[in-house]
């Protein structure tokens, strides 16, 4: 079936580390997006991706970073720097250009203690 | 800066009653529109888009939606809601040239009593 899978759904680190949050879809999609959902903040794009090799900043990409070496694949790296960063993530993908919508993953929560 | 806004933040309706969630969006020229869904421990799933023509567009499970284009405005509406129409739900834009950039609004959480 194609879809967009994210992993791991539930994630735990300690304060102070890396973590990367994976996004795989297999709708031969070239634009991939990262959102961080927070109760009464909707859903805030922090970095988004059009073409393979090629990534802009949203509006919160601090503390964020991302690669796109695949078509496929959208990593999304939470580092140290990220002051808040216990949220549910979200990846989405879309065929390029405006006439068409986003297709969605689960969602990774991320909880950082 | 381009944005988003949904003005009800949480939404509280009987069954039968009527629905109307309300967005707007910042002047930027022209728009490709959309409402999401969200049921508790789904993920976000497409209801209605609008990308031009009829400004009345109709969605999955008897949502419809209107662009007014005057009012930068794209509220959401059902006649009758039901117990399982509970979920969060957010409306989204693509500005046109803004090379895909996907914006979403703050969410409305709707709660239908039975």
């Known amino acids: 079936d194609g879809g967009i899978t994210q992993s791991p759904k539930y994630l735990f680190r300690k304060e102070g580390q890396n973590v990367t949050l994976s996004c795989e879809q297999n709708l031969n999609h070239d634009a991939m997006y990262w959102y961080r959902q927070d109760p009464g903040q909707g859903l805030r794009l922090i970095y988004y991706s059009q073409i393979v090799n090629d990534f802009q900043k949203g509006d919160i990409a601090e503390g964020y970073s991302v690669s796109r070496e695949k078509k496929e694949s959208f990593p999304l790296t939470v580092t140290s720097a990220q002051k808040n960063p216990t949220a549910f993530y979200l990846c989405?993908?879309?065929?390029?250009?405006?006439?068409?919508?986003?297709?969605f993953g689960q969602g990774t929560r991320l909880t950082v203690v | 800066a381009q944005s988003v806004s949904q003005h009800n933040h949480h939404v509280i309706l009987s069954e039968a009653a009527s629905l109307e969630l309300g967005c707007n969006y910042s002047y930027g020229g022209t728009v490709n529109l959309f409402w999401y869904v969200q049921y508790p421990g789904q993920h976000l799933q497409l209801l209605l888009k609008y990308f031009s023509g009829d400004p009345l567009v109709k969605g999955i499970k008897g949502f419809e939606a209107e662009f007014i284009k005057s009012k930068f405005s794209f509220n959401l509406r059902k006649p009758s809601v039901q117990w399982s129409d509970t979920a969060e739900y957010f409306c989204a834009v693509i500005y046109s040239g803004n090379t895909g950039k996907l914006i979403f609004g703050q969410g409305t959480t709707l709660q239908v009593k039975p």
């Open positions: 989405a993908s879309r065929h390029r250009g405006e006439v068409t919508e986003a297709f």
